[in-house]
Nanobody
Framework: QLQVEESGGGSVEDGGSLKLSCAAT?????MVWFRQAPGKERQGVAA????????IYADSVMGRFTIVRGDAENTVHLQMDNLNRDDIAVYYC????????????????????WGKGTQVTVSS
């Protein structure tokens, strides 16, 4: 059964960096980071289609966040640089077998398997 687990997160100062990691327990080809700030809807941040390394980023993180595959199978990392207070949220990883690159999206409803989330806080 597919399970997803995040690690990393924490608190940094404005402009700082953090690295999140996500691991799936079985084979997947699509791994995506989402985030949810208090009172807001869950938002797609970055997606990686592992069978071709195709990536998608939300406009709000383009140029600041980088999603890459990990050395271990079925793992990805999210490097977050130049963090600001708009990035404060619980970050969730989701994964699936999508088979097609176009099915690896930033849409929360497209995913059934989620991690429990990890908090990211930015202080000014």
């Amino acid at each position: 059964q597919l399970q997803v687990e995040e690690s990393g997160g924490g608190s940094v100062e404005d402009g700082g960096s953090l690295k999140l990691s996500c691991a799936a327990t079985i084979y997947v080809d699509c791994m995506v980071w989402f985030r949810q700030a208090p009172g807001k809807e869950r938002q797609g941040v970055a997606a990686l289609y592992l069978r071709g390394d195709h990536v998608i980023y939300a406009d709000s993180v383009m140029g600041r966040f980088t999603i890459v595959r990990g050395d271990a199978e079925n793992t990805v990392h999210l490097q977050m640089d130049n963090l600001n207070r708009d990035d404060i949220a619980v970050y969730y990883c989701a994964a699936k077998v999508s088979l097609l690159e176009r099915r690896c999206t930033l849409t929360p409803d497209d995913f059934r398997h989620w991690g429990k989330g990890t908090q990211v806080t930015v202080s000014s």
